[in-house]
């Protein structure tokens, strides 16, 4: 059964750091494309960031966490993460992450990931950017 949980959220001030970690079970995570997302009350569901499968290698981030957020993963583990430094009031959201049948058009370095695209996701784990 494919399962993918968040953890690592929390409250965190504005400039602070968090890692996020999505750990994958009943697929092994560097066969298929995982992606980032996130949803603040009242706005669609973004995808901020992807990593595509270990064959081809490409992260994508949205320019709004460019420069500041990097996704990973650990293949032992078979974790991704989302390292997200200088945080800012406007990154406060659920954030989840999902995974997609492998493609090359799940997760380019130019158009990210479509959230339609992904067919499983985690429950989600709440980032509060706030002083």
């Known amino acids: 059964q494919v399962q993918l949980v968040e953890s690592g959220g929390g409250l965190v001030q504005p400039g602070g750091s968090l890692r996020l970690s999505c750990a994958v079970s009943g697929f092994t995570s560097y066969n298929r494309p995982i992606g980032w997302f996130r949803q603040a009350p009242g706005k669609e569901r973004e995808a901020i960031s992807c990593?595509?499968?270990?064959?081809?290698?490409?992260?994508y981030y949205a320019d709004s966490v460019k420069g500041r957020f990097t996704i990973s993963r650990d293949n032992a583990k078979n974790t991704v993460y989302l390292q997200m430094n200088n945080l800012k009031p406007e990154d406060t959201a659920v954030y989840y992450c999902?995974?997609?049948?492998?493609?090359?058009?799940?997760?380019?370095?130019?158009?990210?990931?479509?959230?339609?695209?992904?067919?499983?996701w985690g429950q989600g784990t709440q980032v509060t950017v706030s002083s």
């Open positions: 999902a995974t997609a049948p492998d493609s090359p058009l799940h997760c380019t370095s130019e158009n990210g990931a479509v959230r339609y695209d992904y067919d499983r």
């Open positions: 990593i595509s499968s270990s064959m081809t290698g490409i992260t």
